[in-house]
T-cell receptor, first 116, second 115 residues
Framework: AQKITQTQPGMFVQEKEAVTLDCTYDTSDPSYGLFWYKQPSSGEMIFLIYQGSYDQQNATEGRYSLNFQKARKSANLVISASQLGDSAMYFCAMNPGDTGGFKTIFGAGTRLFVKA | DADVTQTPRNRITKTGKRIMLECSQTKGHDRMYWYRQDPGLGLRLIYYSFDVKDINKGEISDGYSVSRQAQAKFSLSLESAIPNQTALYFC??????????????FGPGTRLTVL
């Protein structure tokens, strides 16, 4: 079965420190894409970062990086130098196979609290 | 202006009422989606559409129907609302020819409460 698991319902981090949000996935498709989205309190979903299953290097976007460990089927999001504005809900998601997005599966999310 | 808009943004209704949530996009994308978000469950796909003539059920389509009136418009209807349909509803779009990752672009969400 295809599934995304986020085991941390809530996380706290001190401002300016780094934080890792965990994500594990399960799929039998050899080709897939992994995404992270941010949902601030206002509710909108904001695309953060993408990792393809065949990408050799971990994805990075500014302060966001994705720690991709294919053998372990994990795709953890690392946020460096946390800011108060990073307080939000974070969702890990997967597009299994070459589906063009219509089978995107989302995890339950992790709520991140950044402390001043 | 936002690329994906949803109306209404908030709605409170009573059990048994018919409700329509509307989604419009100016991105020119061919694919559109409706999701619902519940605490602890993430987003779950209700329906998706690849073009005006193509409508497909998602994971949790029971109790919902959709209409793709045009490439830019995708409506979600609750024929007879029930309290467990209280949730945050998202419309999203994607296009195989835009973005290197087929990522989805989300509307701002509609918070629906069924009393």
């Amino acid at each position: 079965a295809q599934k995304i698991t986020q085991t941390q319902p809530g996380m706290f981090v001190q401002e300016k420190e780094a934080v890792t949000l965990d994500c594990t996935y399960d799929t039998s498709d050899p080709s897939y894409g992994l995404f992270w989205y941010k949902q601030p309190s206002s509710g909108e979903m904001i695309f953060l970062i993408y990792q393809g299953s065949y990408d050799q290097q971990n994805a990075t976007e500014g302060r966001y990086s994705l720690n991709f460990q294919k053998a372990r089927k994990s795709a953890n999001l690392v946020i460096s130098a946390s800011q108060l504005g990073d307080s939000a809900m974070y969702f890990c998601a997967m597009n299994p196979g070459d589906t063009g997005g219509f089978k995107t599966i989302f995890g339950a999310g992790t709520r991140l609290f950044v402390k001043a | 202006d936002a690329d994906v808009t949803q109306t209404p943004r908030n709605r409170i209704t009573k059990t048994g009422k018919r409700i329509m949530l509307e989604c419009s996009q100016t991105k020119g994308h061919d694919r559109m989606y409706w999701y619902r978000q519940d605490p602890g469950l993430g987003l779950r796909l209700i329906y998706y559409s690849f073009d005006v003539k193509d409508i497909n059920k998602g994971e949790i389509s029971d109790g919902y129907s959709v209409s793709r009136q045009a490439q830019a418009k995708f409506s979600l209807s609750l024929e007879s609302a029930i309290p467990n349909q209280t949730a945050l509803y998202f419309c999203a779009t994607s296009d195989m020819n835009e973005g290197p990752h087929n990522e989805q672009f989300f509307g701002p969400g509609t918070r629906l409460t069924v009393l």
